[in-house]
C-alpha cells in the first residue's frame, strides 16, 4: 500500500534505470557525471540560492518553444528586456502527456518550418546535453515549468540537464490538469520526482521544488490552495526535498490576496521539518484576461501591487496579450517590466490594510480544518489520507476535472470581492466556517436583489475578463 515513506536508495536506482528507457535520451543520464556539471556551473545559476537570498520578490514569466535556439533566444530577451530575475522553461503538451514520439515529430517539423509547432519546449526529445546547452547559455536560474502528472523522465532528464527548479506536484497536476490518471498512481511517480530531487541534495546539488498553487487557476478558495500545497510540502519533504517554493493564484480581492500569501508562509514555516527552506510564489491573476491591452496591464498592475505589500519570494508575471494566448516575446516582457514598475513603487510604503488579520484568521482557520481532516483520514499518513480525503470530498477543487476529486465544491465573490464558498459539497470545513461564507453571500445577494444561485458562480467567473472584479447583475439581466 502506497505510504509516505521515504523512497530506500535501492528501489529509487530500479526506477530510475526503468524510467531512462521509456525515450532514448534516458540512456544519457549519469547521475555522478550530472552532479559534477552541476557543480561547474557559475552561482548565478543556483536557483535555490538566488531566490531564497532575494531582498524583494524575483520575477519569473512563462515562456517556451520547440526549438533551442529559439528557446535561448527567448530567455536571453526577457532577461535583458523585461528584467526577469528567474527564467522558465515551459514544455510542450505532448511531453506532458509523456507522448515523446509525437513531441519529437513536431520538433522535426518546427526544425524543418521554423514555425513553433510544439506550445514548449520537448526537454525529454532534446536530451540532457540539448538542456546543459540551454542552461550554460543562460546568465540566470531556470525552471522546469509543465503539467505533467508523470513527470519521472523529464525530471530525470532536466535535473542531469543542469536544471535546479522543478515545479509541480502530486495533486496539483493531477486534480487540476487531468481526468482519468489516478491519484494514488500521481503520488507514486512524484514521490520518485521528489526523491531524485532529495538525492541531487544530498549530495550538495539543491533542488528547488515549486508545487503548483493556482490549482484550476478559477476562483480558489485560499484555504483549498494553501492546504494542497502544505501537502505536497509534506510529502516532498519525505523525499529529502529541501527547498519548496509553495504557490497560490491572485484572486483579485487585495485583503484577501495579501491574507493568504502571509498565510501561505507562517503555515508552511509550521507545518513543514525545520529543515526546509520555505519560499512562497505568487502567481498573478490566472483567469480570464480582458481583450484590450489597457486593460489587462490594468489586471497586472494590481498583481504587482498586492505582491509589493504581501511580499512574496517569487511573482510569476502575465503578459497584456494572455487573452491572445501565447504572447511576442515583447509583450511578455513588458508585463514582466510593468509588474516591477509596480513593485518598485510601493515596496518602500508602509501601506496597511484594514481586515488583512481577520480575513487571515479565516484562512488559517479553514486550512487547519482541511490538514486534520486529510491526516485523520490517513490514520497520520499523508499519502494515504490525501486519496481517502479527495475519494470522500473532505478535500475537494473547484472546477477539477480529475475522476479523483468529487468537484462538488463552488466559489462564488462576497460583496467585497472576495471568494467564498457557495456549495461546500462534503468539505471538511467546521460549521462556524460554512456560516460566515453564507452570510458573507447573503450580503451579497441582498445588494444586488437577487438569491444566492449558480448564476453568481458563472457571473465571477467571467468578471474579470470583462472588466470588473464581482460579476454583478447589468441592467437587463
Not at 512562497?280 to 504587482?304: K, Q, S, Y
Not at 468529487?406 to 460554512?434: M, N, T, W
Amino acid at each position: 500500500m502506497l505510504r509516505d515513506e521515504l523512497i530506500p536508495s535501492d528501489e529509487l536506482r530500479r526506477i530510475d534505470e526503468s524510467v531512462r528507457t521509456n525515450w532514448p535520451t534516458g540512456s544519457a543520464i549519469e547521475f555522478e557525471e550530472a552532479i559534477e556539471f552541476h557543480e561547474s556551473l557559475p552561482p548565478e545559476s543556483a536557483f535555490a540560492t538566488v531566490l531564497e537570498s532575494a531582498d524583494r520578490p524575483l520575477l519569473q514569466p512563462r515562456a517556451g518553444v520547440p526549438l533551442l535556439e529559439d528557446q535561448i533566444e527567448l530567455l536571453q530577451h526577457l532577461h535583458a528586456s523585461g528584467g526577469a530575475d528567474l527564467l522558465p522553461t515551459t514544455i510542450d503538451s505532448y511531453t506532458r502527456d509523456n507522448e515523446y514520439e509525437k513531441a519529437a515529430e513536431g520538433l522535426a517539423e518546427a526544425r524543418e518550418t521554423g514555425e513553433a509547432t510544439l506550445n514548449g519546449f520537448p526537454a525529454v526529445n532534446h536530451g540532457v546535453e540539448g538542456c546543459r546547452e540551454l542552461i550554460r547559455a543562460i546568465d540566470a536560474p531556470v525552471e522546469v515549468r509543465h503539467g505533467t502528472p508523470d513527470a519521472r523522465l523529464l525530471a530525470a532528464i532536466t535535473f542531469a540537464g543542469g536544471f535546479q527548479s522543478f515545479e509541480g506536484g502530486p495533486i496539483s497536476y493531477n486534480i487540476p490538469y487531468t481526468k482519468e490518471h489516478d491519484l494514488a498512481e500521481t503520488i507514486e511517480h512524484w514521490q520518485f520526482v521528489d526523491r531524485l530531487a532529495g538525492a541531487y541534495t544530498e549530495r550538495g546539488v539543491r533542488i528547488n521544488r515549486e508545487p503548483f498553487g493556482p490549482l484550476t487557476g478559477t476562483l480558489v478558495p485560499p484555504a483549498i490552495a494553501i492546504a494542497v500545497m502544505l501537502l505536497e510540502g509534506q510529502l516532498a519533504a519525505t523525499q529529502g526535498v529541501r527547498s519548496l517554493t509553495l504557490g497560490y493564484g491572485q484572486v483579485g480581492n487585495l485583503v484577501q490576496d495579501v491574507a493568504a500569501l502571509r498565510s501561505l508562509r507562517s503555515l508552511g514555516e509550521e507545518y513543514l521539518p525545520d529543515e526546509v527552506t520555505v519560499t512562497t510564489v505568487f502567481h498573478e491573476w490566472m483567469g480570464g484576461f480582458p481583450p484590450d491591452e489597457a486593460r489587462a496591464n490594468g489586471v497586472i498592475g494590481l498583481g504587482g501591487a498586492t505582491a509589493a505589500i504581501a511580499r512574496p519570494d517569487k511573482v510569476i508575471t502575465k503578459s497584456p496579450q494572455e487573452f491572445q494566448g501565447v504572447p511576442t516575446k515583447e509583450a511578455n516582457a513588458a508585463g514582466l517590466r510593468t509588474t516591477r514598475q509596480l513593485i518598485d513603487m510601493m515596496i518602500e510604503q508602509d501601506v496597511r490594510l484594514d481586515g488583512v488579520e481577520r480575513e487571515r484568521e479565516l484562512i488559517e482557520a479553514a486550512t487547519r480544518d482541511l490538514i486534520e481532516a486529510v491526516e485523520a483520514a490517513g490514520d497520520g499518513d499523508v499519502a494515504q489520507g490525501t486519496i481517502t480525503a479527495f475519494e470522500s470530498g473532505a478535500l475537494d477543487v473547484p472546477f477539477a476535472p480529475s475522476d479523483s476529486a468529487q468537484g462538488a465544491v463552488l466559489p462564488a465573490r462576497d460583496d467585497d470581492g472576495r471568494v467564498r464558498i457557495f456549495e461546500f459539497g462534503d468539505l471538511a470545513v467546521s460549521d462556524e466556517i460554512k456560516e460566515i461564507h453564507r452570510n458573507r453571500l447573503d450580503a451579497r445577494a441582498e445588494t444586488e436583489g437577487r438569491d444566492q444561485s449558480f448564476r453568481m458562480v458563472a457571473d465571477d467567473v467571467d468578471a474579470i475578463s470583462d472588466g470588473r472584479l464581482i460579476g454583478r447583475p447589468t441592467e437587463g439581466d
